[in-house]
């Protein structure tokens, strides 16, 4: 299952979302999503875990908890939406 976590503190990396989500089982991938131009967290990221009760026990355990000082937001990750290109405006 892909998991969405939102409202990270932007120091978060990687390896703590990997740690946070541990406990409740196995992590294939942790990642925060960066800005592309400054390299800037932006606030979120995904982890991905194989087994969906242990991800759905992390989702159900994490919501709304505190990381970092920050409440944080976790869930079930929707599909990504495609967005049409983006017009120029010269």
Excluded: C, H, W
Aim: aromatic content about 10%; overall charge negative; proline content about 7%.
């Amino acid at each position: 299952m892909n998991i969405y976590i939102g409202n990270l503190p932007y120091s978060t990396t990687d390896e703590e979302l990997r740690e946070a989500f541990s406990p409740f089982g196995q992590v294939d991938r942790a990642s925060i999503i960066k800005d592309k131009f400054s390299g800037r967290s932006k606030g979120f990221g995904f982890v991905e875990m194989p087994n969906d009760s242990e991800a759905q026990s992390a989702i159900d355990a994490l919501n709304e908890s505190d990381f970092n000082g920050r409440s944080v937001k976790v869930n079930q990750a929707r599909p990504r939406e495609e967005r049409p290109p983006r017009q120029n405006s010269y």
